[in-house]
């Protein structure tokens, strides 16, 4: 190998030299069982990224899709998650839709969910919070419109799909379709 390969690789893991440009690239394809998958991931090589990233929906069972192909399926919602031991239904609900919330679900035990549009999703956070509000958990995600009930040995191979991913440096986020009704337990 010669000398300024070398000395490049160096200076580019020792974070000298060149600037590295990092590009968001949304990957989207299908697991066991027709499960819809969204990937997001940043990343400095696009090759190497769209090769691992196919390489495990190959492993497990899976295919990597074209854009498009089942983001239709996933809508982008504020989701805000209040612990329901801190205030009252009603009056958490009038506070929120007051704020500008779209929806609001109290079906959990333990939480109260707020769902909102992305861009109202601040507004509607910091308006709870000037409310004295708790709030454990505030964020953005995908939200799927239709839901996948796969079988108990392709949600084996979803999980190690989704785990896999996870792993992967570049990933930021997965988001899928699919409803898990078994636990990864031997990683807990």
């Known amino acids: 190998m010669p000398n300024d390969n070398i000395a490049r690789s160096i200076k580019k893991a020792s974070g000298e030299g060149e600037n590295i440009n990092y590009e968001e690239i949304v990957y989207e394809g299908y697991g066991a069982g027709g499960v819809a998958f969204i990937v997001e991931a940043l ?17 497990f069972g899976g295919s990597l899709g074209a854009t498009g192909c089942v ?6 919602k504020g989701i805000i998650v209040v612990d329901k031991n801190s205030i009252g239904e009603d009056e958490l609900m009038l506070k929120a839709i007051e704020a500008g919330a779209e929806d609001f679900d109290a079906e959990d035990d333990e939480v109260y969910q707020i769902l909102t549009a992305p861009q109202d999703f601040s507004a509607v956070r910091d308006a709870l919070e000037k409310d004295g509000v708790k709030i454990l958990e505030a964020k953005l995600d995908m939200l799927a419109d239709v839901e996948v009930n ?39």
């Open 43 to 59: 990343t400095d090589n696009k090759n190497r990224t769209a090769a691992d990233v196919r390489h495990l929906f190959d492993k």
């Open 150 to 188: 796969p079988t108990e040995s392709q949600q084996q191979s979803l999980l190690k799909l989704i785990e896999k991913l996870e792993e992967n440096d570049d990933v930021q986020n997965v988001y899928h379709n699919a409803v898990l009704s078994i636990d990864d337990e031997e990683d807990e």
């Open 71 to 76: 983001s239709y399926l996933f809508k982008k």
